[in-house]
């Protein structure tokens, strides 16, 4: 490429004529419709998706007529994270998280496209006719309405057909975002300044030097993919990533994936496929592999090139592919030398990793970055292209994009494993509008020390903060540190901790209501607490017992609600039946062997007065959770015992399921850790369906969480009552259990996609910082790797290490009790000690 011109203005060599209909017209009279594209979010997409969405740009590109251009661009542009302060009401925990992440850098994504219709003889030109080396531009007349016409069609159906096919989206740019505002540059201002999006445009010189070029301080390098010999001996729609992968598990990305995120710098990769008349271009290469025939017997490299011409001519007409021009490069910028020299290394890498040839182009910078404006696509030189098929030609397309923030206005803050800064999830509503999933239920599985109380601590936390009503059943003192802190900010209106102690222990009363009706899901949970008393754990209860027990519940039930005058409670039950029911049965000459009232009474006199649990079922307070949005039950102390654990887990469950319809439009949550264990009996198992099927109806979810994997392989009671009515599934590092992940993908129903993403979890955390990753699938149909990486503050308050919550209950308590500020002082002080060399 030769420069006649040594300076010039940027009007004057401006290619574009003007934006007309939501079209670009250039000065050359082609015409471009410019898209922002929607694309997968990246480690989400297995190899069935590349090849369907792969298939869908084919299908799109086929549609398009002769000498059309397909420019896809992608911007990827170094940027920080900034915490959106204004108009939001932010508590002590998340304001540190938001100032945990401030001023990150992390790698933006957007991609456009630009199809654009040219005419023969500009697809065919050189460099040297670019308009960036022509001293006068003559724009060429066009008289054919109808090809206008039938190209903007065209468009419409590619559009269509990228659209319908649900795995990417295209968006049709209109005039404002293409040529810009006076408040916010457009996309061309900002190409023609390298500048980010949202960032302030300042247009600056473009200097061209032979050897480089510089757009104000910015320093270019260009790598180009513009012939053959530079591609692999064979390209695919995906590649296997190895740092994410293991010999049980791939994990996918698109073929073109290193030139894009994981490149780590300032870059656009752009890929040009041109669709040339394709009759024309095979006729061409028939007269090209005549003359290297006629030609052979002067050299050896003639014959050889004559087979390979004669190779493509067979390919094209035996599958019928569509003969194309491609170009793929990648434009790269950096603000001083040693940056530069650190880009260049980092981008022949990554093309080292598709097993591409990496070129440093330093001949057409120029003119391949002007050809990049969009609209110009007509100026690219034609020796940059090479001849291949559509399908090839398509492989080369990136594929995936960084993990997107939910439109939901609620959900919580996780962070985007591949960039590290915080996205917006919504498990919960958004799912459910779309159809995703049918309830709220999540089951969350995570063995000990991968992470799982500090996700849990998260979610409840960002919950309880969008005024959720939350219940947790803990096994382990996970919740303290923040039921402490919301008890501390609420001055004891919220943060509810209720520890069974011998001395203090945990009662309820089973057959008090507030309004003294019994609707039949109550006294359901009445006879599931009795027979839970009464049969042991692997002991059915016979048909005839059911139909006794559930006579004497509601026989006491008309006694209690005819006479209000009676206390009721368990007591009273246990009476009734030993008198009045007992007379009843004899009435009705129930035979001892259908029902054992004696034995009955028995197993139940522990729990009556003067037993040793006669406090537990008898109590005369009534405990009321209604307005309370933060409790935890703490059952540490009675986690082995058998009698104790399943009966105050049983009736915590039945309180909240009380609350739960007390409140109306109002989101609870009932989150039941390892003591979920002791409901797991076949007596139980249906008043567990049913709660985990009720939630539903009451803007409610449940959440299990256990960290046992044996626990859920052995008992077929888990995956009835919990496991299929929990729509969302969040399971942790699973690698200490690789061996037997069969046996969890089968039970979970997981894809192998789904067990891919699963087994990369940590397998390759960004260096720098402390944070583990998470699954969360949502119906088998949505499904990410999220990492949980909270601030110090948060760490403080969550960590279950008992050395660090006895530091810093020790400071709190030399601060009268001011958990917030100890919590704010030692976070302090321990990322000062990191500062520390």
């Known amino acids: 490429m030769r420069n006649i011109l040594k300076a010039e203005t940027l009007e004057r060599k401006f290619p574009l004529l003007a934006v007309e209909h939501g079209c670009i017209v250039s000065k050359d009279a082609d015409l471009t419709v410019a898209f922002e594209v929607t694309l997968p979010e990246v480690y989400t997409v297995a190899t069935g998706e590349y090849e369907t969405i792969h298939s869908v740009w084919v299908k799109a590109i086929r549609v398009l007529p002769d000498y059309s251009i397909v420019c896809k661009q992608d911007w990827f542009t170094e940027e920080s994270y900034r915490p959106d302060w204004e108009g939001r009401e932010m508590s002590f925990l998340a304001r540190s998280y938001e100032r945990h992440f401030n001023e990150r850098p992390y790698l933006n994504h957007r991609c456009y496209l630009y199809v654009t219709k040219t005419v023969r003889e500009r697809s065919r030109r050189n460099s040297d006719f670019s308009t960036l080396c022509r001293g006068h531009i003559l724009p060429k007349e066009v008289t054919d309405k109808e090809a206008a016409s039938r190209f903007m069609e065209a468009v419409e159906q590619f559009e269509r057909i990228v659209n319908d096919s649900g ?3 295209l968006r049709r740019l209109p005039p404002e975002e293409i040529m810009g505002t006076e408040e916010r540059p457009g996309l061309v201002e900002r190409y023609l300044s390298l500048s980010p999006e949202g960032g302030q445009t300042v247009l600056e010189d473009i200097c061209l030097e032979p050897d480089r ?16 010999d530079d591609l692999p001996g064979k390209v695919g729609t995906d590649m296997r990533y190895g740092r994410m992968s293991t010999d049980r598990s791939d994990c996918r990305l698109s073929f073109a994936a290193p030139v894009g995120l994981l490149l780590p710098c300032n870059h656009i990769y752009s890929q040009y496929v041109f669709i040339d008349d394709a009759r024309t271009v095979l006729q061409d290469m028939e007269k090209t592999a005549r003359n290297m025939l006629s030609l052979s017997r002067y050299s050896r490299s003639n014959a050889v090139n004559r087979e390979w011409v004669e190779m493509y001519l067979d390919e094209a007409h035996t599958k019928g592919v569509l003969p194309v021009r491609c170009h793929c490069n990648v434009l790269a910028w950096a603000e001083d030398g040693e940056s530069l020299r650190r880009v260049k290394n980092d981008m022949g890498s ?65 962070a985007d494993r591949q960039s590290g800064v ?33 996700f849990t601590n998260h979610l409840v936390r960002q919950y309880y903060e969008q005024n959720t009503h939350i219940l947790l059943v803990d096994i382990g003192n996970s919740y303290q540190g923040l039921c402490r802190l919301i008890n501390r900010r609420t001055k004891g209106e919220d943060g509810i901790y209720l520890t069974y102690e011998e001395d203090n222990p945990i009662a309820f009363n089973p057959f008090y209501t507030d309004s003294g009706e019994f609707d039949v899901e109550k006294r359901e949970s009445i006879k599931t607490l009795i027979l839970t008393l009464w049969k042991r754990e692997d002991e059915a209860p016979r048909r005839s017992e059911e139909v006794a027990l559930s006579g004497a519940v509601n026989a006491y039930i008309r006694k209690i609600t005819q006479d209000r005058s009676l206390r009721p409670d368990f007591n009273g039950f246990y009476e009734f039946v030993r008198d009045d029911y007992r007379r009843m049965m004899e009435e009705k000459k129930v035979r001892e062997k259908d029902f054992d009232i004696d034995g009955f009474l028995n197993v139940l006199e522990p729990f009556y007065r003067g037993g040793d649990y006669d406090f537990l079922l008898n109590s005369d307070q009534k405990l009321d959770l209604t307005n309370k949005r933060f409790i935890v039950f703490e059952l540490d102390n009675i986690s082995s015992n058998k009698v104790l654990l399943p009966v105050v887990t049983l009736i915590i469950m039945e309180t909240f399921i009380g609350k739960m319809r007390k409140l109306k439009g109002i989101r609870k949550m009932i989150l039941i850790e390892e003591c979920w264990k002791a409901l797991m009996s076949a007596n139980m198992s249906e008043y567990v369906k049913y709660l985990f099927k009720t939630v539903r109806k009451y803007f409610g979810e449940a959440v299990v969480v256990t960290q046992e994997v044996d626990d859920i392989i052995s008992s077929p009671i888990v995956k009835e009552a919990i496991i299929n009515n929990s729509d969302c599934k969040i399971l942790l590092d699973q690698r200490k259990y690789m061996n037997k992940f069969d046996q969890i993908q089968k039970l979970l129903g997981l894809t192998d996609k789904e067990k891919g993403q699963i087994l990369s979890i940590n397998q390759a955390n960004r260096p720098g910082n402390a944070y583990r990753e998470v699954w969360i699938g949502l119906g088998g149909t949505r499904s990410a790797v999220y990492a949980t990486e909270v601030s110090e503050e948060e760490y403080l308050v969550y960590t279950t290490e008992e050395s660090e919550k006895l530091e810093l209950q020790r400071l709190a308590d030399g601060l009268d009790g001011d958990l917030e500020l100890a919590v704010r002082r030692l976070a302090g002080k321990r990322r000062d000690e990191k500062k520390l060399p």
Request: aromatic residues 8%; glycine residues 8%.
């Open 167 to 169: 795995h990417v989206r």
């Open 422 to 454: 915080p996205v917006h999830v919504d498990l919960s509503d958004e799912p459910m509008r779309r159809g995703i999933i049918t309830n709220r239920n999540k089951f969350v599985l995570g063995p000990s020390g991968s992470g799982k109380s500090f």
């Open 213 to 228: 070029m510089r757009i104000g301080d910015k320093r270019l390098c260009l790598h180009t993919l513009s012939a053959a």
């Open 350 to 414: 990554q093309l080292a990793m598709m097993e591409c040839t990496p070129r440093h182009n330093t001949v057409d910078v120029p003119v391949l970055y002007w050809a990049g404006i969009p609209g110009n696509a007509g100026d690219f030189p034609a020796e940059e292209s090479f001849h291949t098929f559509l399908e090839q030609a398509v492989c080369l397309f990136t594929e995936e994009t960084n993990y997107r923030s939910s439109p939901s206005p609620f959900g919580i803050r996780m």
